[in-house]
């Protein structure tokens, strides 16, 4: 069992950055991928970044903006996020998933593919 809790979301004006924080505690942080995903009321959960021992990929929508480490001693993975835009808008959310040979094929954009889930941090982009 993993649990995760994301923190950082707050309102933000347009152009400004913010970092989320996502904790973890339960089996050994390592052998998980920790991804970052968005979602909008009715949309559905679209990948912003993920984090492993094997690299960091980032979706094309945040790809210059976004930035995510991973402290392993506190069992924390961050996101950076900056030049904010409205349309950034959205529930924040951390995911871990065990790292298996075909995820590793698949990469990490597949919210299917996440075994844990946080309650998600709202980031507002607004004036």
């Known amino acids: 069992q993993v649990q995760l809790v994301e923190s950082g979301g707050s309102l933000v004006q347009p152009g400004g950055s913010l970092r989320l924080s996502c904790a973890a505690s339960g089996r050994t942080f390592s052998r998980y991928v920790i991804g970052w995903f968005r979602q909008t009321p009715g949309q559905r959960r679209v990948f912003v970044a993920g984090i492993s021992w094997s690299g960091i990929r980032y979706a094309d929508s945040v790809n210059g903006r976004c930035t995510s480490s991973a402290d392993n001693g506190k069992n924390k993975v961050y996101m950076q996020l900056s030049s904010l835009k409205p349309e950034d808008t959205a529930v924040y959310y951390c995911?871990?998933?065990?790292?298996?040979?075909?995820?590793?094929?698949?990469?990490?954009?597949?919210?299917?593919?996440?075994?844990?889930w946080g309650q998600g941090t709202q980031v507002t982009v607004s004036s």
């Open positions: 995911g871990a998933a065990l790292i298996t040979d075909s995820r590793l094929q698949r990469g990490p954009t597949d919210p299917l593919d996440y075994d844990y």
